[in-house]
């Protein structure tokens, strides 16, 4: 009896050590567990879908814009630049501008290359890394910025670029000088990303490249017939102050948007927006009021824009007070510059350099003495050092972009205008670019230029 119950006892104490000498076994036999997918912020989402409509708003306000001010046997031709540009860059974007953007470092960092983005095919149930929304929606944001950068440039140009050499410089300048400088400004391992420049929402990337490639290209091509003897006085002003309208409000996306986020980054940068617009609009009324004695429709779309060119790359470090006073000095600046235009010489039909590229660098250069407190202690850069550094920063990036526009937009010029013509025929240019390049009229009446 006492045999049978100590036998029962050893076993008892084998089959417990067994079972314990068991359990890291059959833990280390255990399938890691699959990590949680990636959850989608919806409020998010839903703001950068918003953001990415009011961006491609603002090509039809550009075209409004645009169109209001040419002669009236160029209206349809010239708003054309402007929704051509959505057909031509919406497909580029898609198949290979993204990936070139966007991807990681290739020759040398020059562009960026990623053959899973080409045709977006890699995105399907892919996140942003750096946000919690799908990657197609920021894809498909950063897409309507490339659509509306070379739609600019048309306003330097403006009644004299054939169509068919316009659709061939867009796409050489989409893939040749935009591809780069946004790869170059945005991406996460681009050359100025790490240097530090401040480019929020599209300084350097979309205005001052724009602005000097717009400069360079008028200059390549030469003035307009009969200019500056020519009538150029706008053929719709309603359509210029629409167009306006338009740009301002889809400007909110632009700038707010380019938080990638919806805190309170998103509601300081849509703050200083409305608040640089308002200032510049004002400044310009009151330059005219002292210059002329009266303020005019299209000075203050003037005024509009050159605010909302400047506090572009500057939405996300300057407060209040910046934002009113970058809005005044583009003001000054893109005025000064429109007025020197007409002693030079040269012929921006538009004011693309005048209002783009100028307020480009002012607002490129210029935040840097605006920068809101919080944001120097958060990168530590406080005191007079740091402002000299960023300051050096920021001069780097601007000159930098010019020179590339300026090099790169002079050779693909060349060549478009080598192959299938950039300048528009003489005759062409006399009838107008509705009738003579799309068989149409902007009115439907007869002897109207």
């Given at each position: 009896?006492?045999?049978?119950?100590?036998?029962?006892?050893?076993?008892?104490?084998?089959?417990?050590?067994?079972?314990l000498l068991a359990v890291p076994t059959a833990l280390w036999a255990q399938t890691p567990a699959t990590p949680p997918a990636p959850v989608v912020d919806s409020g998010t989402t839903a703001w950068m879908l918003t953001s990415t409509t009011l961006v491609l708003l603002m090509v039809p306000g550009l075209a409004l814009f645009y169109g209001g001010l040419v002669r009236t046997k160029n209206v349809l031709g010239t708003m054309m630049h402007s929704f051509v540009s959505m057909a031509v860059v919406g497909v580029i974007w898609a198949v290979c501008g993204y990936a070139l953007s966007f991807g990681p470092n290739a020759l040398g960092g020059f562009i960026g290359w990623d053959s899973g983005l080409l045709f977006l095919k890699s995105l399907d149930e892919r996140m942003l890394s750096s946000a919690p929304i799908p990657e197609y929606v920021f894809a498909m944001f950063q897409g309507k910025f490339a659509i509306i950068t070379p739609a600019l440039i048309a306003g330097a140009v403006a009644e004299r670029i054939s169509f068919k050499g316009w659709i061939a410089f867009i796409t050489l300048w989409i893939l040749f000088v935009y591809a780069p400088l946004c790869h170059w400004v945005w991406a996460s391992d681009g050359i100025f990303f790490k240097m530090g420049a401040i480019d929020f929402a599209g300084g350097t990337v979309v205005h001052i490249s724009s602005g000097i490639s717009g400069l360079v290209l008028a200059l390549y091509l030469g003035k307009r017939l009969n200019y500056p003897k020519l009538s150029?006085?706008?053929?719709?002003?309603?359509?210029?102050?629409?167009?306006a309208g338009l740009l301002w409000v889809g400007w909110f996306g632009f700038n707010a948007g380019s938080a990638v986020a919806s805190n309170m980054d998103t509601a300081r940068a849509l703050t200083v927006t409305q608040v640089a617009a308002a200032t510049g609009a004002l400044t310009w009324?009151?330059?005219?009021?002292?210059?002329?004695?009266?303020?005019?429709?299209?000075?203050l779309a003037s005024g509009v824009l050159a605010g909302l060119v400047a506090i572009t790359p500057a939405a996300g470090v300057v407060a209040v007070p910046g934002a009113i006073a970058l809005g005044v000095i583009a003001s000054i600046g893109c005025y000064l510059m429109i007025t020197l235009k007409s002693k030079l010489g040269y012929d921006d039909s538009l004011d693309a350099f005048g209002v783009h590229g100028t307020g480009g660098v002012i607002g490129a250069i210029g935040l840097t003495f605006f920068i809101r407190d919080a944001w120097w202690t958060a990168n530590g850069k406080n005191g007079a050092w740091g402002l000299s550094d960023q300051l050096l920063v920021q001069i780097k990036a601007v000159g930098a972009t010019i020179f590339f526009a300026a090099v790169m937009t002079l050779v693909i010029g060349f060549?478009?205008?080598?192959?299938?013509?950039?300048?528009l025929k003489e005759s062409d240019e006399k009838e107008g670019l509705d009738h003579s390049l799309h068989g149409e009229r902007g009115y439907g009446l007869n002897n109207l230029n």
């Open positions: 009896m006492i045999s049978t119950m100590k036998n029962t006892r050893r076993v008892g104490r084998l089959t417990a050590l067994a079972a150029t006085s706008p053929n719709n002003l309603t359509m210029v102050l629409l167009g009324l009151i330059i005219e009021a002292l210059v002329h004695g009266k303020g005019t429709s299209l000075g060549i478009v205008e080598k192959t299938v013509g950039l300048r």
